[in-house]
């Protein structure tokens, strides 16, 4: 069979995603090649047909053992001998696979880094192996985010099968990154196939934090009874952010490393499963999460690169569908995420540079006041639009600057506003903290400021007409150009002008600043958001719904997440069409064969108003 006529039976698809089949046929080819595509742009069918071709065993290299499971339960679905093998497997499951192994049965193999430089495995490998597929490739990039050592080591195993071809695939990579990626996984003369990082169905907002709490739900209320994911920065904010949202009758759960073990399975399967609607996680603990309906995601605090951010942020709208985006900004987050890498004192200078820079880039992707579409792109490499032609007058109109939430100052007042703020700080001479500098430009009098002579100054209530929260947000902006700078040399933290504050003062140097703008009634729909529902009635609303009920009866009685029965698209789509038979059902994006013959029926009979659920 032709790689479509695999895609059409197995998978239920009528054509590739962009750079899906170029993957396909090098691996087909026995040619190595770097592969990388925005989250949801189908990475895993790249090395999931080959293996369903028939023609050997495909090894995927995954760190996200919590995902293994899932992963393998969607294979199967798909009709492919799926298995994996790592820690959490007990002893009669890792049986089992290995048994398939020695006797051929195995197509697709999932293992751990860890698991493979174990070893014992080779041996069940031999001559099978085709294709070696390392997933999260970016781990092996000191230069990217999440780094493992281990990833560095894969080599050893990769050389031990010189005739498999080696595939890496990532979402996030710079062409720094990529080209670590190339060295380290010691590819040979690989097909490099790069997609567009831009997720156009994901409206991306950033805005100053500062009621983090109603802020977050802001977002939460805009998608009720939808899947979301709310980060936070440590294990302190998530219990607080948790019982918060709990407190406001949101349906959600922590999720972080300090609960045991049973805990966090539960918070992640009742997500997963859509008994859970929000999820709120630390940022710095790797979750598993492959729920391809997440509507939004909120960063409650800054992440530590716009790596991170991009791979976080992605999980939202993986199914293609309009999805939200919001980061909620303060200079302090970053301050923080550079004193716990200090407490790494196995960090190398190389390590610490890398993270230095990253924090400057996610600082300045926060507070630009520039499209935020265009923003990401850039950072990893690519024109925005894709093609580099123009985004129009409304820009992409997917981003609270293009959607006119944000409003940059022009020119001439960026610049008068950076200096006022700038000399308030020149003339406290670093002595004193954020909260006091902006006390001085909004002209609060008190005993200090009397005490010190501050109510003297010409910078004393400068800035009054502007508030507290568009002051603030301004300092922070700052911070990420580099023109003042947060000093950790005494017991406090203290606010202090830079060397290029100083000669921005002397009209030396650019300055962009921005604020958030109260939306009017009448503002437009972003084009994502514009999509939704688009010729779907409230009837078909109403089918969708009693669809999902059928998907989450046929995923309890299988013991598998939804998404793994279908996704939501596919669910919209019976409802649009309306398909009255097996043959029609067939044309639905996402049913292959094995589906419509096993969950069929049951989608037939609620498309025509019957309820047919598994018992």
Partial sequence: ??????????????????????????????????????TGGGKSLCYQLPAAAGRGLVLVVSPLIALMDDQVAAAREAGLAADALHSNLKAAPKREVYKNLSEGRTELLYVSPERLLAGDIYGYLGDRLVLAAVDEAHCV?????????????????????????????????????????????????????????????????????????????????????EGGIVYAQTRKDVERIAAKLKEESVSCAPYHAGLNAEERRKAQDDFVNERLDV???????????????V?????????????????????AGRDGEPAECALLFSASDLATHKWLAKKDLHLSAERQRALDKQLKDIGRYAVSPVCRHALLAAHFGEPYPAGGGTTGEEGCGACDVCLGETKGLDEAEARLTAKKILSAAWRLEGRYGTGYVVSVLLGRAGERAAACGHDQLK?????????EPAVRSWIDQLIVQDYLEITEEAEYPLL????????????????????????????????????????????????????????????????????????????????????????????????????????????????????????
Avoid at 461 to 467: C, P
């Fill in 1 to 38: 069979m032709t790689p479509e006529e695999i895609l059409k039976k197995r998978w239920g698809y009528g054509a590739f995603k962009p750079l899906q089949r170029e993957a396909i046929e090098a691996a087909f080819a026995g040619r190595d090649c770097l592969v990388v595509l925005p």
């Fill in 279 to 293: 999820i709120v996680a630390t940022i710095a603990f790797g979750m598993g999460i492959d729920r391809s309906n």
């Fill in 141 to 225: 990039s000191q230069w990217g985010h999440e780094f493992r050592p281990e990833y560095r080591r894969l080599t050893e195993a990769l050389d031990l099968f010189p005739k498999a071809a080696r595939m890496a695939l990532t979402a996030t990579a710079t062409p720094a990154v990529r080209e670590d990626i190339l060295g380290r996984l010691g590819l040979r003369s690989p097909d490099i196939l790069i997609g567009h990082p831009d997720r156009p169905n994901l409206v991306y907002r950033a805005f100053p934090r500062r009621d983090q709490v109603k802020q977050i739900l802001e977002v939460v209320r805009r998608h009720p009874g």
């Fill in 459 to 467: 910078v004393f209530g400068i800035l009054k007409e502007a508030g």
């Fill in 295 to 315: 509507r939004y995601v909120v960063h409650a605090n800054t992440p530590r690169s716009v790596e991170h951010y991009q791979q976080e942020s992605g999980r």
């Fill in 496 to 615: 202090r002008i830079t060397a290029a504050g100083r000669a921005l003062c002397q009209d030396k140097g650019e300055v962009r600043l921005g604020l958030p703008v109260k939306p009017a009634r009448d503002k437009k729909k972003s084009k994502a958001l514009r999509a939704v529902g688009a010729g779907f009635s409230e009837a078909d609303a109403a089918l969708f719904d009693r669809l999902r009920v059928v998907r989450r009866a046929l995923a309890d009685k299988a013991g598998v997440p939804p998404y793994v029965i279908c996704q939501d698209a596919t669910l919209v789509e019976m409802a649009a069409l309306k398909p009255a038979t097996p043959e029609a059902l067939l044309d639905i994006k996402g049913m292959g064969e094995k589906r419509v013959k096993k969950f069929g029926a049951h989608f037939l009979a609620a498309l025509s108003g019957r309820q047919d659920l598994p018992e």
